[in-house]
Structure formats: C-alpha cells, structure tokens
C-alpha cells in the first residue's frame, strides 16, 4: 500500500491530544533543516560468508558500526516482498478508524499495545508519533489480546517476521565476531537463547510544524541491535555524529541497522551505539517499523574476553536486565549506557 493511505489518514491520537508538542531539547534549532546525508555503506548480507569477496564487505561493515554505530545491509535473505506484506499490515492498521484501534489500546503498568508515548519526565513535550508496541519474543510473554486482529494476517505476519529476524539477528552477531578476529560465536553465546523481542511500528503522521515538532526525540537504543525498515517513499530518520546530525536515505528493500547499547558494551566499546531522532515533515505521512533484540534478562553481559587486553582495558561493568535501568535513568537526564561504564 502507498504511503497515500497514511495521508488520507492522519493519526487522529497526535491531533486530540491538547498537550504542548513544542520541542526544547538542545536540538530543536536544526528542525526544519535539512543535514547532509550519512555516510555509510550499503552491505551486501549475502557476501559477508563468501570465501573471495567475505573479508572485505566484513570489514567494511566493521567500519560502519564502529565509526557510525549504522549501517544499511541488502540481500538480508529476508524477501523485500514479505517485507512490503510487514508494512503493509501496519500501514492498514494504523488506517483504521480511531475506535478500532483503541481496542489494542496500552494498559496501565504494561507498555505494549497502541498510542505509547514515551515520556520520560513531565516537562517535556510528546512526540509527533503513534506507536503499536508488541513484545513478540519469548512467545509466552506475548499480550496476543493487544495483537491486532484486524488487518486479518496482522499477527500471523508479525510472528513469521519475528522468526526471519531472529536468524537474521544470530547471522549478525556471528558476522561481527568473525570482522573482529573473535571466535564466530562469542557473541551469540553472550547474547544467549530465550532472547526477548520487541516490534514497534512507528506512524509519524504529517505535522503542521516540523521545525518545531519532533517525530521521536534524541536517543540511543537499550538492544543488542536494532532492524528497522524505513518507510518505503519518506526520510525522517536522521544519525547523530560528532554534534551533526546526517539523515538516512531511503533504500527500499534495505534494513537499516544500528547498535543498541547491550552490544556495545559486549564489543567493549568497539561499537558505539548510536544517538539518533525522527523528524516530520508537513506533506507525508511516515510509517517505519523497528524490531529490537535483547539478550534475555537473566543473562549477564559483559565485554567478550578477547576484546579486554593490556591496551584496551575493560570499560564497562558486568550488567543484567539492561532495559530495566534504562527509564530510571532517562529520568535522571542520562544515558543508560553511562551506568553501565567503569
Ligand atoms: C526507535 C527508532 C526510528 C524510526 O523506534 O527507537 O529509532 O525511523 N525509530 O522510526
Ligand atoms: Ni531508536
């Protein structure tokens, strides 16, 4: 389905809420403009494992994660076709009418299902987006009742995506062992089974003021990494590196993936996980969809042994249920990932 549908469908939750959508953040001077382009490379997945070209598309994926925290892969092995039925279920969701879509509504004390917002203190404004938040993996802590039912194939999409990722996920984490010269399974084994999963479609409807307005504010994710697929037609994603911001290009078909906190910890700092925003614009609506990987939360993490040595000392404590400091310490004004540092 066309973008058009999402602008024929402007999020009505973004238009009632009578709340303060103006943005102070230290950021809020660069909305409304247009930054450069990011550079990074677009990684053919499929040749990471290949005996002739593997090394150097390895190495250049290395040097993306490491000096941007992102990167762009293609030939993923996850057909753009299924991807195209993921957005479109979501795109069909979010054009439900309001009523329909509040019956996924979010509970008290849970975060899944539809309209969160995620405020971290009362003092600032809300973000120009819907979100519908799903938790999809371990499979027994998912709220099926919050899963929409309507478009009819929603969940059964959702579940298969849910697998392709996770293998994807598992690929990744034994590419970047191999690009460091580690044991291939180093960091799976860290990372651990009975992973938990988070999906979030993202609808960032049209804003009558993007230079004042946010889509979602400056952030680093709490994953191990993060998949996003962008929206086929609009850009809104933009990097942060060394106090500029860059914005992401659409590459249908493509992933854009960015290290999430856990791994950079586990990497010891090798790769950094990225800040990074949304931003809106007035003529299109903008639906993205990211789907965050976590180690399970009994498991420990920390720096995989063959990344501490005598020049590179450990930077960073052994850590448990990550994503469990990470809203006391938004709170507080801080980066997670600063608790986590020795
Ligand atoms: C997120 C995120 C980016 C996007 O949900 O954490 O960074 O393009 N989303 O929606
Ligand atoms: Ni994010």
Avoid at 188 to 195: I, K, N, R
Avoid at 282 to 289: A, F, I, K
Wanted: proline residues 7%.
């Amino acid at each position: 389905m066309a973008p058009a549908q999402v602008e024929e469908t402007p999020s009505k939750t973004v238009q009632e809420l009578p709340k303060n959508y103006i943005y102070k953040g230290g950021d809020a001077g660069t909305l409304g403009t247009s930054p450069s382009y990011i550079d990074i490379p677009t990684i053919d997945f499929s040749l990471l494992s290949s005996p002739t070209c593997g090394k150097k598309e390895l190495e250049k994926l290395c040097s993306a994660l490491t000096s941007w925290g992102c990167v762009q892969i293609i030939n993923h092995g996850i057909d753009p076709a299924f991807m195209d039925k993921v957005d479109e279920v979501g795109k069909q969701f979010f054009g439900l009418p309001l009523e329909e879509k509040k019956k996924y509504a979010r509970e008290n004390g849970s975060y899944d299902g539809y309209m969160n917002h995620i405020i971290d203190s009362k003092d600032q404004a809300f973000d120009w987006i819907d979100r519908l938040h799903l938790v999809t993996k371990p499979e027994d802590k998912r709220q099926l009742k919050l899963w929409p039912e309507n478009p009819q194939s929603f969940r059964e999409i959702l579940h298969e995506y849910t697998a392709k990722i996770e293998k994807l996920n598992e690929m990744l984490l034994k590419a970047i062992a191999r690009a460091l010269n580690l044991e291939e399974n180093c960091f799976l084994d860290m990372y651990g089974e009975e992973a938990s999963m988070l999906s979030i479609f993202n609808l960032y409807p049209p804003c009558p003021r993007p230079d004042l307005a946010i889509g979602l504010k400056p952030h680093a994710d709490a994953s191990v990494f993060t998949y996003l697929i962008q929206d086929k037609e609009v850009e809104g994603l933009q990097f942060q590196k060394d106090d500029q911001w860059y914005r992401v290009p659409v590459i249908p078909g493509a992933f854009v993936i960015n290290v999430g906190d856990q791994i950079e910890i586990m990497s010891n700092g090798i790769f950094k996980s990225p800040i990074h925003r949304v931003v809106t614009n007035t003529e299109r609506g903008r639906m993205s969809l990211v789907m965050f990987c976590f180690p399970n939360p009994n498991k420990e993490i920390e720096p995989v042994k063959g990344l501490v040595t005598g020049t590179r000392p450990r930077l960073y404590k052994t850590m448990k249920d990550y994503t469990s400091i990470v809203v006391e310490n938004y709170q507080k004004g801080r980066r997670p990932i600063e608790a986590a540092k020795i």
